[in-house]
């Protein structure tokens, strides 16, 4: 007696097949975030940033690789948004705030509402259904911490000085301003992916250099970081058709 088949309609296609590995790749950002998390643990912060930067660089490219796939029309069973929510908080949020709550920024009774204040405020941006702006942008700080607690450590700084970055970064989660989305921004494009891959190639250097690099490189790592952080905020001269 012939075994009756699963009717064709119910067989992974190939496009299925693509697709989950899709989200498969996009999950793998969630194992980097545990051996970030492990190597804060270890008190190797170098390392930390290493992992925090491979989570980062499957984060930038697997929002394209799926929408060249169709991800969303082709499985919808799988949600591709609530999965880069989740590893994004993991690698953005929860490891930074460790590194902040343990890594000695600051005196421990600063650190832990630090931390806490990091974990709250992320919690809840990740919630806001408008994060995003129509035009790409993000709308208020958009809570990546990975980035600032790299510069913590990256920089000399006073831990009352971190505390009060910290706590203004988190009050701006809910402000009405705008940051730059460095994939998916029009404005500026070239220019602006550019200066990402700068970005990347001096703070690769710097973990590199166990977060002690040259001069040049702090500088210009700080000069990109700030033109992300105001490009938002300059009004586009560009008027709408």
């Not at 509402?113 to 941006?125: G, H």
């Amino acid at each position: 007696m012939a075994v009756s088949a699963k009717p064709f309609a119910e067989r992974p296609t190939r496009q299925q097949t693509l697709a989950f590995a899709v989200h498969v790749f996009t999950a793998t950002g969630a194992v980097l975030g545990l051996l970030a998390l492990i190597a804060a643990v270890e008190g190797n912060w170098a390392l930390m940033f290493a992992w925090l930067g491979a989570a980062l660089f499957v984060d930038g490219i697997d929002g394209s690789i799926a929408r060249k796939v169709r991800v969303v029309e082709v499985l919808p069973r799988w949600s591709g948004e609530t999965l880069d929510l989740v590893v994004d908080y993991l690698t953005y949020v929860l490891v930074p705030a460790f590194a902040v709550a343990t890594g000695g920024l600051m005196p421990t009774w600063l650190a832990v509402p630090a931390s806490a204040a990091i974990l709250l405020t992320s919690a809840l941006y990740f919630a806001d259904t408008n994060m995003k702006t129509e035009d790409k942008y993000f709308q208020g700080f958009p809570a990546v911490w990975n980035l600032v607690v790299f510069y913590f450590f990256l920089l000399p700084m006073n831990g009352y000085v971190i505390a009060a970055l910290i706590a203004f970064l988190s009050a701006a989660t809910f402000l009405p301003i705008k940051f730059v989305h460095p994939f998916r921004v029009v404005r500026g494009r070239l220019l602006t992916i550019g200066l990402l891959a700068l970005w990347a190639l001096l703070a690769a250097t710097a973990v590199i250099e166990r977060l002690a690099p040259p001069t040049f490189v702090s500088v210009g790592l700080c000069l990109v970081g700030l033109y992300f952080l105001l490009f938002g905020l300059v009004p586009s001269r560009r008027r709408a058709s």
